[in-house]
Structure formats: C-alpha cells, structure tokens
C-alpha cells in the first residue's frame, strides 16, 4: 500500500548562500510535540512550532507550511508568570551540523554532581532544549523558545554525529562521534563531561537510550552493536550479527526490542536482553551473501525509527523507498517514494513520519491499526521486566510465551 502524505516543509533555493546546503542529515521532534527541528544543510537548524506545521497542512495542503503564518501555542515563560508565545527561530550554527536533540528538565532529577551548590544556569520544568552537533566536534546547546544560545561543549576531537538525551528529565546528554567515542555530559551541572566510554574501533554513527535511560545502545562503522550500563558506565554486550557498518539504532516504546539499520541492506529487531535476533527486515531480494554485504551499495539502510505504538518500524534506505513494517509481519505494510533521503523519525504521538531530504522535509501518516490485547499486554509488562525476568515468573508456560516476542 502507498503512505498517505501529510505535507511537506521546503528548504529556500538559494544557490549561493553557504549557510544552507542539500543534506539534511538529522530531524527532531519535542518530547512534548511542540516543536520540530531539522537540519537544512551546512549551518542551518529550522525550529517551526508542530501544531502550527500541522495546522497549515490542513489549510494549506501539504506545500511548505514552515513559511505560513498560522495559529501558534501558548507557554509559560520560563522567567516567571509572564505569558510568551513560541514561534520559529532559524539558528544558524557556525559550521555544518550533523545531529539534532531535544531535552526538556524534571526537576526532581537532581545533578549527579553533588559537591557544586552554584550553578549558571537552573533549568525549570517548562524549559526545553535542543542541543547541536557540529562538524568541529562542538555541542551547542540552544534555547528553543528565545532561540538563544546557552552552553558551547568542547572535548570531541571529530564531527559529533549523532545526539541523544536520557528520557528521564535529567538532561544527561551523550554524543557519539568520529573520534571513537561516546562522551556523557550532564547540562545541570553546565554541561560537565562525566564519562567518556571507548569501545567503539572506528567511528560512532548513532546511540540511543532506552525508554528508562538504564541502557544506552551504540552503532558505529563495525558490525557489533554495543549496549552500555548507564548506571556504572561500562559495557553490557555486544550484539554480532550485521554484516557491515551499523550505522542508526532505536529501542521500542517499551524498551523490550531494539532495532538497528546496516549497510548490509537489512533492519534487524534485537531482544537485547539476552542478545537474540528476532526479526529480519531486508531491503534486498535476494539478501546480499555476507561476502558482498558491503557491495549493493544502492541498498543500504540510512535510518530505522520505531513508533509510538511499539508495533511500527519505519526504515529509509538508498533505493529511494521509505518503507512502514509491522514487527509480526515480514513484508512492509506501507511504502512512500523518496531520494536521496538520510534521516527519519516519527511524531511524537506516533501518527506522523517526517523524513529528510536535500534540506527538505517530508511527511506521511502512520500505519494506523488496533493492538491485539497480546500486544497491548506484552508492553505494559515489558516496560518494567527484562526478558529474564518475564521467564522467571510463577506463571504457566503458555502465559510466558504470550508476554515474550516470540521469533
């Protein structure tokens, strides 16, 4: 079936302005679904209020709502009472940017720094950040609503190209870079370097937190895949299976599966409990042999995103498809043509895919379908058991089973 399109958000043509170029290597929505975030290429970062974008999609069509002028959301000033209104901000960031990420604070989760009672800036509950990386190996971390830059984070060697905050609110940020490493900066403490984790032989593309920052996963130009304990910083496993670089990963909504996207033109779902393939997704028929995995490079798998509802994966690949699958099912249920695309990732409600290309962005509504009451089951457990878990508790082996993503 083909994808329904929504709309589409075009980067201004202009030639000679180095500012903007034709790849837009990273997307981003707020964890809240106020704002959307794509990079046009070379310096520029465009930051457009959602329910406005959506809003002129549905009066406009689907052309360039970035540019319209349209309804937009009320907020509370992080200054005090004093009412603001988001609207778009065009940042530019002083040199090509690789990786897009929001974080917004809870304050509950304290720094894990405990010794330093002064601090530059405290961040309240309704800020919301978006951090930056950037050819020199440079962080910038940015203020979404006043579009002002805040912290500037220097220790990368390399292009930092991938970003990602920890879920919880804490605002821990990690980087991956082509420096072979993956650097933990805390932004309560001012953005500190707590840790740098090395493991990586070549260079990091992705990382990922799972949905209770307990676990983050790690891809990069080798064929493992690497899970980290986010508590003690050090290396849980590896998972060997890709047949060339791994170069996007993401875990499910419930944090029981973990997908990961390769240029060996395939999508594998990992149980990364216990380190198991459970499906494979191919973008190639008949699948390359592992000896010339490397070889159809007009297959390789850009990027992999799982949805809301846990049940959709959405793949993006080098044959200019944009591919919908189900994780029970072994043949896309939707496709969408689009070239020279890098990056995708979905709405933060799951109903909307934006993915990128040459600056541009474009959208498709979601698969809708209703979760089976296996699946529905299956994620209310697994959001608070591990595999093993699961396995061990007092209950017939028929009822296990039923809990398990089964291959």
């Not at 964890?31 to 999609?57: E, M, T």
Request: proline letters at 5%; a neutral charge; aromatic letters at 10%.
């Amino acid at each position: 079936a083909r994808s329904r399109t929504v709309g589409e958000l075009l980067a201004p043509t202009s030639p000679f302005d180095k500012k903007c170029g034709r790849e837009n290597w990273t997307v981003a929505f707020a964890p809240d679904g106020s704002y959307l975030a794509w990079s046009q290429g070379h310096r520029i970062v465009k930051l457009v209020p959602w329910a406005q974008c959506l809003n002129n999609f549905l009066l406009h069509g689907t052309k360039n709502g970035a540019n319209a002028g349209g309804t937009r959301l009320p907020r509370q000033s992080s200054e005090g009472s004093q009412k603001n209104k988001p609207c778009e901000h065009v940042i530019d960031c002083g040199d090509i940017v690789w990786s897009l990420a929001f974080g917004s604070s809870v304050p509950e989760k304290q720094s894990r720094c405990v010794n330093i009672e002064w601090h530059r800036f405290k961040f309240g509950q309704d800020q919301l950040l978006l951090a930056t990386g950037l050819n020199n190996g440079r962080i910038k971390i940015w203020d979404v609503y006043t579009g002002k830059l805040l912290l500037n984070l220097m220790d990368h060697t390399e292009v930092v190209r991938d970003l990602t905050f920890a879920p919880d609110g804490s605002l821990i940020l990690v980087s991956a870079s082509r420096d072979k490493t993956l650097r933990v900066w805390d932004l309560k403490d001012d953005g500190n370097m707590m840790k740098v984790l090395r493991g990586h032989p070549n260079w990091v593309y992705g990382c990922a937190f799972s949905p209770d920052s307990s676990i983050l996963c790690s891809v990069g130009a080798s064929k493992a895949v690497f899970l980290w304990d986010m508590d003690k910083y050090c290396m849980l496993r590896k998972l060997e299976g890709h047949h060339n670089d791994v170069v996007a990963c993401e875990f499910s909504p419930d944090g029981a599966l973990l997908a990961t996207a390769s240029y060996d033109t395939r999508v594998y779902i990992w149980d990364p409990h216990i380190g198991v393939i459970l499906r494979e997704f191919g973008h190639l028929f008949p699948p390359p042999t592992p000896i010339f995995a490397g070889g159809a490079n007009d297959r390789w798998v850009r990027s992999v995103c799982f949805s809301h509802d846990g049940l959709h994966v959405a793949s993006l690949a080098d044959d200019k498809m944009v591919r919908f699958w189900r994780i029970d099912e072994e043949y896309p249920v939707q496709v969408a043509p689009l070239n020279n695309g890098l990056c995708c990732t979905f709405s933060t409600d799951g109903s909307v895919l934006a993915a990128g290309q040459d600056g541009s962005l474009y959208f498709w509504a979601t698969p809708s379908q209703v979760s089976s009451l296996q699946h529905l089951c299956r994620m209310a457990i697994r959001r608070v058991m591990p595999t093993s878990q699961v396995k061990n508790l007092p209950i017939p082996g028929k009822v296990v089973e039923f809990l398990c993503y089964q291959i």
